[in-house]
C-alpha cells in the first residue's frame, strides 16, 4: 500500500472573513478535496478567496456513508480538508465520526485552528475562564434536555452553551428553573457578524430582553457563570446522597462526586465522602 493521504480540519470564520488564516487558504487551495457540511455556504467562502478545489458534502445525513468514500480516497493517497459551516469541524458538528474514523485507520490528522464561537464568547464575557466546560446544543427533547440541566445544577465551571434563537426563551426559562433567577449569564448574538451583540446580565434579566415584539434573532452562544455559595442553597444529607449517585452513575469515583459536591456545600470533601460510603455500589 502506499503512502496514505492527510485529512486536515481548518477552521473557517464564524462570520468575518477577514477572521480566515492565511495557513487555512493554503491548505484549502492545496489539498485534493474538500468535505464542506454544506457546499453552497463554503462555496461563498471558496470564492471569496479565489479557491477552485472541488467539494462535497459531508453532513449529519450521510456521515456514515461519506465516511467510507473520503476513507478511500485519503487511503489512495489524497488529501482531504474538512470543513464546517462555521468555526472548527468537529465542534457541535459531525466531523468526530471522520477524524475518530481516521484515527482508527492510522491516517495523519492535522489541525489547521481557527475562531470557535465558544472560545470567543467566554474570553469576551466577564466570567470565570479558569476553569470551564462546553456543553454545545442542549437535546431538544424536553425530559433529556431537563436531565442534562438537573446534572448541571451544582457544576461550578463556568457553562457554554449553543442555542438557536427559536429556542432561547424556552432555554432561559429552563435555565431560571435549574440555574436560579440570580445566576449570571453572558448572550453572545451573532459572533463577530454585523450585528453582533454582548450582552451581560442576570438569567431574569435576560429572560426579560424579549418579548412578542422583540424576538431572539440570530445564533446565540450562552456563557453561564457557574455554581457558587452565593445561589445555590446547601443541600440536606439526602440530596446530597442523591446527587453523589447521579454523579457516580456518570462515571466518578466516590472522591471524584465528593471533592466536586464539596466546592458547593458548607460541608467538607471528608463529611460528604462518609455519605458517599452509606451509598451501595
Known amino acids: 500500500m502506499g503512502q496514505q493521504g492527510i485529512l486536515y480540519l481548518v477552521g473557517t470564520p464564524i462570520g468575518n472573513l477577514e477572521d480566515m488564516t492565511f495557513r487555512a487558504v493554503r491548505i484549502l487551495k492545496n489539498v485534493d478535496l474538500i468535505a464542506a457540511e454544506d457546499t453552497r455556504h463554503t462555496g461563498k467562502l471558496l470564492q471569496h478567496f479565489?479557491?477552485?478545489?472541488?467539494?462535497i458534502s459531508y453532513h449529519q445525513h450521510n456521515r456514515f456513508e461519506r465516511s467510507a468514500d473520503l476513507l478511500s480516497t485519503l487511503q489512495q493517497g489524497k488529501n482531504i480538508a474538512l470543513v464546517t459551516d462555521a468555526g472548527m469541524p468537529g465542534i457541535s458538528d459531525p466531523g468526530y465520526d471522520l477524524v475518530k474514523a481516521c484515527h482508527e485507520h492510522q491516517i495523519l490528522v492535522i489541525p489547521i485552528p481557527g475562531v470557535t464561537a465558544a472560545v470567543t464568547a467566554l474570553a469576551v464575557s466577564g466570567l470565570s475562564t479558569e476553569r470551564f466546560c462546553f456543553e454545545g446544543f442542549l437535546p431538544t427533547k424536553t425530559k433529556e434536555r431537563l436531565d442534562r440541566l438537573d446534572t448541571l445544577k451544582l457544576e461550578s465551571r463556568t457553562l457554554i452553551f449553543y442555542e438557536a434563537p427559536h429556542r432561547l426563551e424556552e432555554t432561559l426559562q429552563?435555565?431560571?428553573?435549574?440555574?436560579?433567577?440570580?445566576?449570571m449569564i453572558v448572550l453572545a448574538r451573532e459572533l463577530t457578524k454585523l450585528y453582533e451583540e454582548i450582552w451581560r446580565g442576570t438569567i431574569k434579566d435576560a429572560i426579560a430582553l424579549y418579548s412578542p415584539s422583540q424576538q431572539p434573532k440570530g445564533e446565540y452562544t450562552l456563557v453561564v457563570a457557574g455554581a457558587n455559595f452565593s445561589d445555590t442553597p446547601d443541600l440536606s444529607e439526602s440530596q446530597l446522597k442523591i446527587e453523589l449517585q447521579k454523579l457516580m452513575t456518570q462515571g466518578m469515583t466516590r472522591s471524584q462526586a465528593s471533592r466536586h459536591l464539596a466546592e458547593t456545600s458548607s460541608l467538607s470533601r471528608r463529611q460528604i465522602y462518609q455519605l458517599a460510603l452509606e451509598i451501595e455500589d
Open 50 to 55: 479565489e479557491i477552485t478545489t472541488p467539494a
Open 174 to 183: 429552563d435555565f431560571k428553573t435549574y440555574f436560579g433567577e440570580s445566576r
